[in-house]
């Protein structure tokens, strides 16, 4: 087996570390093709992995311009404690009120937050990002048992 195959987590584990309350990376295409990185909480909608934004935040231009999306989740210092999920994708943009609703609720839950949040006052400024995703890749390196 490779060291490819023996890092990989299975759908159950991608779930279950999803599910913690990390902070992940977005990465959009910006103008001329440059990469544009951002540090995003991140919660779901139906099931799906979404962040909210401004409407007017780079990110958003971006994606309207080219929906290619992708999501990093990392963790870990130490070599044997590395592990992440890296979701491919497109992006879904919603300003639906209901949507929005349903993602702040998720953050509340996730991020252990007050619900009556500042944050959520910025609510009618912002969109949802839904992260639907083609491509996943995963590692665990603590699956390696303390070996390189």
């Given amino acids: ?5 023996q890092i990989r987590m299975t759908e159950a584990e991608i ?12 990465g959009t295409v910006g103008p001329g093709g440059s990469m544009h990185l951002v540090a995003m ?3 779901f909608v139906d099931g799906v992995p979404a962040f909210w ?5 780079q990110k958003v231009k971006n994606l309207e311009r080219n929906p290619n999306i992708g999501m990093l989740v990392d963790t870990g210092t130490l070599y044997h404690e590395l592990r ?6 497109t992006a879904e943009l919603s300003e639906d009120p209901e949507v929005i609703a349903a993602f702040w609720a998720s953050m ?20 949802v990002v839904k992260i639907h995703a083609t491509k996943v890749i995963s590692w665990d390196h603590g699956k390696l048992g303390g070996a390189y």
């Fill in 1 to 5: 087996m490779s060291r490819r195959d």
């Fill in 15 to 26: 779930e279950a570390y999803l599910n913690e309350p990390h902070l992940c990376r977005i």
């Fill in 41 to 43: 909480n991140y919660g």
């Fill in 53 to 57: 934004t401004y409407r007017k935040a």
């Fill in 84 to 89: 992440g999920v890296h979701l491919m994708g």
């Fill in 108 to 127: 509340v839950q996730r991020y252990r937050m007050r619900d009556d949040n500042p944050a959520e006052s910025s609510a009618p400024k912002r969109l």
